[in-house]
């Protein structure tokens, strides 16, 4: 399916960027917690401090210190232990998908967190490979999809349509150019930037698409994994090609196990259930 470029963006781009901002007065303590985590005098307990007074959002952040992925079983008891044992990258992750809403599932596109939960836990575990601390990589990988959401809550009928006709990420991030004027990964960087994200963060984002690029080769390849978890039609691409021969795909099998045993786990802290 080819994407017809339209006169005009589907969406009025300039208010949906707008928008961003307005988010945090919608959510004052997730906005809070944002901007406490950016300070450089931030600590656990100033941390834990502010998430108390919101009592959703620091029950999720228990929760990931709890889940499989950071081991704790149940041994994180207080909100700032917690708060130290996943991070303030995590911190800062969890209170941004509280501000865009991306807790609720009713109003984001099908296998949206299947889809970043294996994205997330795929560049986690390919991070070392790659030169990247795993912690960070899950972070990036959690929020690498925040304007997919914008974009379907700004165009739910036409971005599932869109969505349904171009599988591959490549394909469909040239689709949303044409229709929205932007791609989904690039507004993801713009908010991340307006938020106050570092640039590590940001950059591998904008380099995805640039094959030539070894800063977006971890998030490339992750794409390619979480596709190939959520997707059972999505239609493989060599992983040797994407990550320039630093996987192979006799490696990939371990990492897929490894994405399938804690998807779950990981969905159910970030959305709360």
């Not at 029950?59 to 081991?71: H, I, P, Q």
């Not at 990420?169 to 004027?181: K, L, P, Q």
């Not at 493989?236 to 099998?253: F, I, K, T």
Request: aromatic share 4%; net charge negative; hydrophobic share 50%.
């Amino acid at each position: 399916m080819t994407a017809v470029p339209l006169s005009r963006p589907a969406v009025d781009l300039d208010r949906l960027l707008a928008g961003i901002d307005t988010m945090a007065a919608q959510h004052p303590v997730a906005a809070q917690v944002v901007a406490v985590a950016n300070t450089e005098d931030a600590s656990a307990r100033t941390l834990a401090d502010v998430l108390a007074a919101d009592v959703a959002l620091a029950g999720r952040v228990m929760k990931l210190a709890n889940s499989a992925y950071f081991g704790m079983s149940g041994r994180a008891t207080t909100l700032q232990f917690a708060v130290t044992v996943i991070g303030f990258t995590a911190v800062r992750t969890m209170a941004t998908v509280a501000l865009t809403c991306l807790d609720d599932e009713s109003q984001l596109p099908d296998r949206f967190w299947e889809t970043s939960t294996g994205i997330a836990l795929a560049a986690s575990a390919l991070a070392p490979r790659f030169g990247s601390r795993p912690q960070d990589a899950l972070c990036l990988g959690l929020l690498a999809q925040v304007g997919v959401a914008l974009l379907h809550a700004a165009d739910q009928e036409g971005y599932r349509e869109l969505a349904a006709g171009q599988r591959p990420f490549a394909a469909r991030r040239t689709a949303e150019v044409c229709r929205y004027g932007i791609s989904a990964l690039r507004l993801s960087a713009v908010a991340l930037e307006q938020w106050g994200f570092p640039p590590a963060m940001v950059a591998p984002l904008a380099a995805v698409d640039d094959p030539t690029s070894a800063e977006g080769t971890l998030l490339r390849v992750a794409f390619e994994l979480g596709a190939r978890h959520a997707d059972p039609e999505h239609v493989p691409v060599p992983v040797e090609r994407l990550s320039g021969g630093l996987l192979r795909e006799d490696g990939v099998a371990a990492v897929l196990d490894q994405v399938r045993a804690d998807a779950e786990d990981l969905r159910r802290a970030i959305v709360g259930d």
